[in-house]
């Protein structure tokens, strides 16, 4: 098993593939500046061989992560491999959902167990403000064919924003009395430019969201659909779906962390918070073996911070300077 200084057992990898996206989220907006340049980003067997390392250790869960990772020409061939690798592993997908609709099936045939689809608005022109582009019809069908190929569960991560979508939380809430989907409501983190600009006002507390998403009951451990995350889950009453809380400022969940990060250009962050990054790249480039591979990241894990303090800090210098779309949320 894998642990770091603290006796924390680390069982989930975050996997980000790529640091391109065609969107331009108001909290995220990529900067294009940051992106790999030609020969950083990592081949989709250099990903799995890092990947691989982390399964060996003790790893029983990865997100495939990005920027966008289904803009990756490979995608699917990276995900037959990642379930090559285990086929117990729980393999899931984070994606802005804009080319699901044409991939999902194929998501599902490669070996992919479920997958998140980020989206913060039902409204077009307030979806188009927020994502920075057009795009809610292809995104409500990329949901559609999500749940069509049997991907299990399905859920929705929605980031709330003061002023810009928090009133429609209630209507968040709704689509999961009907349909199978499970919502996760984000507090805004203040990683990056893009979500410094918002401002800690634009911050929806927890309490606020979840009296916006009521009535609520809470969900037994045993209903929760699957996930490594840090959600409370709740359910309105007769509800399908599940409603969960990410308190990812306010909440204090470190003690409980149980994730690594791999970025597209093969950096082990160990914390989202952390200043600097473990670079496995170079080790790989050079011929280490699997045994050397699996030491470096031993060695990253065991400098895993205790916790971050985004409560207290600007968020300017956490993730290695990379922001949310180098380092995949
Ligand atoms: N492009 C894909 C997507 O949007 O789902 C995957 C990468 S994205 C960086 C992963 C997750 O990070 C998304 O659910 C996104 O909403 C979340 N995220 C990005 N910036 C954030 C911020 N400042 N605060 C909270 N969540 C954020
Ligand atoms: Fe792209 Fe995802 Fe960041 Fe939005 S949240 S800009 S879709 S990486």
Known sequence: MLTDGYGRAVRYLRLSVTDA????????SPDRSARCAPGQECTAGELVQIAGALVRLGISGVRVTGGEPLLRPDILDIVSALRALDPRLDLSLTTNGFRLARLAQRLK???LGRVNISLDSLDPSAFKRLAGVEGLESVREGVAAALAAGLDPVKLNMVVVQGLNDAEIPAFASLTEDF????????LMPMGSAAQALGPSRRVPLEAMMALAGPLEAVPQGDKPNGFGPAAVYRRPGAVGTLGFIAAVSGRFCETCNRVRVTSRGMLLSCLAAPEGHDLLPLLRAGANGAALEEAIRQAVAQKPSGHA???????????????CGIGG
């Open 21 to 28: 996206c065609n969107f331009a989220c108001a909290y995220c």
């Open 109 to 111: 045939e490669a070996g």
């Open 180 to 187: 199978p989907l499970h919502v996760r409501f984000i507090e």
């Open 310 to 324: 985004f409560g207290g800090c600007s968020g300017a210098r956490v993730g290695a300077g990379l922001g949310m």
